[in-house]
């Protein structure tokens, strides 16, 4: 189901707006805390009048969770060079992804049915940003009429933008509305990137305690083995 909350901001506020979802059991007085950090909106000085947001419950028991451990997001897919996005004026989709499993020599693109985002075009598709890994960004201006716009994420070369593969999963939509106002933001919060090569493969090595045996230990699985 969807669930909906206005909230009124003072004129005044800028920066950084953090907030977490709960489930709520009213019955037995319990409540159940989402998956992850704190989410966060950077809010401009005096640059929207209207932020709508669309998020997706994070769930505990999600697979990709692992992917933003720190196994992952320190060593594996940490970012060497990241590369930072611009805004442009009037109202702004901001279309955001959370995926941990992309490679450093990787980057993520977008590309829909709108000749903003390149009319399925891969040639034309638009990267997103980086800046703030595992999060993908990228601030889009959509024009015309009002209507569901379909789309899909890519995974790209992060040097030559070839494109490596399209993610495997339904088309994901959205619905831009017309309207007169210019200082609108439409944030898009995705989850769920399906990588086109399935899932993250590694390989290690795992070495018993007990085989660890030095001059001064016997090897039994003591703390100083």
């Known amino acids: 189901g969807q669930w909906e909350l206005p909230i009124q901001l003072p004129d005044s506020f800028s920066g950084e707006l953090s907030y977490k979802y709960y489930i709520l059991n009213e019955g037995r007085g319990s409540r159940e805390e989402e998956f992850g950090t704190p989410r966060s909106l950077h809010i401009p000085s005096k640059r929207f009048n209207e932020i709508h947001t669309s998020d997706t419950w994070?769930?505990?028991?999600?697979?990709?969770?692992?992917?933003?451990?720190?196994?992952?997001?320190?060593?594996?897919?940490?970012?060497?060079?990241?590369?930072?996005?611009?805004?442009?004026?009037?109202?702004?989709?901001?279309?955001?992804?959370?995926?941990g499993q992309i490679a450093r020599n990787h980057s993520i693109a977008i590309v829909g049915g709108h000749p903003d985002l390149g009319n399925w075009d891969e040639r034309k598709a638009v990267e997103l940003s980086d800046a703030h890994f595992p999060f993908w960004s990228v601030d889009l201006s959509i024009k015309g009429s009002s209507q569901t716009i379909e789309y899909k994420f890519l995974l790209i070369e992060k040097d030559t933008k070839a494109v490596i593969g399209w993610e495997n999963r339904d088309n994901r939509r959205f619905v831009h509305q017309q309207s007169r106002k210019t200082k609108q933001l439409f944030v898009h919060n995705e989850e769920f990137f399906v990588h086109p090569h399935g899932n993250w493969r590694g390989s290690g090595l795992a070495v018993p305690v007990f085989s660890l045996r030095s001059k001064e230990s016997g090897g039994v699985g003591e703390f100083t083995d």
């Open 58 to 99: 994070r769930s505990s028991w999600e697979e990709d969770n692992v992917h933003l451990s720190a196994a992952f997001l320190r060593t594996l897919t940490q970012r060497e060079a990241p590369t930072a996005g611009t805004t442009p004026k009037g109202s702004i989709h901001r279309f955001q992804l959370r995926a």
